[in-house]
Structure formats: structure tokens, C-alpha cells
T-cell receptor, first 113, second 115 residues
């Protein structure tokens, strides 16, 4: 099974940078996803890491260290619209696991003016 | 052009009733899912179907019965509703293969309230 931990809540100022950490313990690993979820809406895909290192996508970057069971999502130049929950999810390895994603509890980010 | 659509968006019903939620995806994906998001916002997988075949059944009570008539549709029927079934149910789809990440595309969710 999977155990995924991320902070419950973070507050940051518009224009600043925020780093959301995610640690996981897994019986098998086949990739890590970050999703954004605004209140009352569906989660939307942000990033995917399967190899160690940094993936950059505009203002958002995601980092993975498989040996440490650790990932972070970096949000730069924060905007008010970035206020949302950010969900870390790990995919199981193996055909029997299908494409099963196990989600952490999410980190609620509040951006203040 | 909604990619993953589910109906209804809101369901309010009494304990003991039976209800269904429907889901359709027009992305041509081969895998569909039901996830449950409770009041604490944990998103937990319930079922996964690949080309109409049940792949994942995550120890969900047998009051919950998924049905996939074809790979573009995955419905969820819930019998004898209980208070603890109150949650937002998300349908999702993905395409798994060597050339893509297999990320999930979620529907807008169906908020179920059991009174």
C-alpha cells in the first residue's frame, strides 16, 4: 500500500514562492503526480515525475527523489488564483495495480494580497 | 466540449434509498474510475475499469455496484444509502501506455447528501 504525507495548510503572499512537500512510503512506485483542486471543483493535472530531478512547467515546478521518497511542488510568482488545494498522488507499480493513484490529503494554499 | 461528464451534480436523498450516478468520457480513453472525496477532502479510489473489465475494486461495500456498458461509460449504483455515503463522487478517465503519463482527467463531481 501507499502512505502519503503533505502539510495540511500553507499561507503565502502574492508574488512570493511556496514549496509544498510530499513524502511517501510505498510497496511499489511508478510515478508521482501533482494535482490542483479549487474549492468545489474537480482536481486538474499539474505535473508528473517518474525519474529523479526537477520538471519545470512555467510558474510550477515539481521535484522527485525516489531514494528519499520525497517530492515537492514549487509555485513561483504566486497569484491570487493559485489559492487552492494541491494534491500529491503516487502510482503503484505492476500490471495488477492498474493505473491506481493513491492521493495524499492535500495541502490547502491560501494566497494573501 | 466536456471531456468527462457526470450526472447528476447534486443528489439529496434519504437513508435507505437507492441512487445512480452516470459518467461519460469523450476522450477515447480506455480506463475509467470512481473516486470518493469525503468531508476531510481525502480522495480515495473505489473502482477502475479498463475496456469494460473491472481492474480495481478497493474493498468498497457491495452496496456500491459499478457498471461499464462500454469503455466510454462508467456508472455507479448505490443501494441502501447510509449517512456515511455522503461525499463527492468523482469519475475520471485515463489512457495508459508507454507514450503517455496516464494522468487522470476528472469529471466535475457529484455531491451526494444522505439525510
Amino acid at each position: 500500500g501507499q502512505n502519503i504525507d503533505q502539510p495540511t495548510e500553507m499561507t503565502a503572499t502574492e508574488g512570493a514562492i511556496v514549496q509544498i512537500n510530499c513524502t511517501y512510503q510505498t510497496s511499489g512506485f511508478n510515478g508521482l503526480f501533482w494535482y490542483q483542486q479549487h474549492a468545489g471543483e474537480a482536481p486538474t493535472f499539474l505535473s508528473y515525475n517518474v525519474l529523479d530531478g526537477l520538471e519545470e512547467k512555467g510558474r510550477f515546478s515539481s521535484f522527485l527523489s525516489r531514494s528519499k521518497g520525497y517530492s515537492y511542488l514549487l509555485l513561483k510568482e504566486l497569484q491570487m488564483k493559485d489559492s487552492a488545494s494541491y494534491l500529491c498522488a503516487v502510482r503503484d507499480r505492476g500490471k495488477a495495480a492498474g493505473n491506481k493513484l493513491t492521493f495524499g490529503g492535500g495541502t490547502r494554499v491560501l494566497v494573501k494580497p | 466540449d466536456t471531456a468527462v461528464s457526470q450526472t447528476p451534480k447534486y443528489l439529496v436523498t434519504q437513508m435507505g434509498n437507492d441512487k445512480s450516478i452516470k459518467c461519460e468520457q469523450n476522450l477515447g480513453h480506455d480506463t475509467m474510475y470512481w473516486y470518493k472525496q469525503d468531508s476531510k477532502k481525502f480522495l480515495k479510489i473505489m473502482f477502475s475499469y479498463n475496456n469494460k473489465e473491472l481492474i480495481i475494486n478497493e474493498t468498497v461495500p457491495n452496496r456500491f455496484s459499478p457498471k461499464s456498458p462500454d469503455k466510454a461509460h462508467l456508472n455507479l449504483h448505490i443501494n441502501s444509502l447510509e449517512l456515511g455515503d455522503s461525499a463527492v463522487y468523482f469519475c475520471a478517465s485515463s489512457q495508459v501506455g508507454d507514450s503517455n503519463t496516464g494522468e487522470l482527467f476528472f469529471g466535475e463531481g457529484s455531491r451526494l447528501t444522505v439525510l
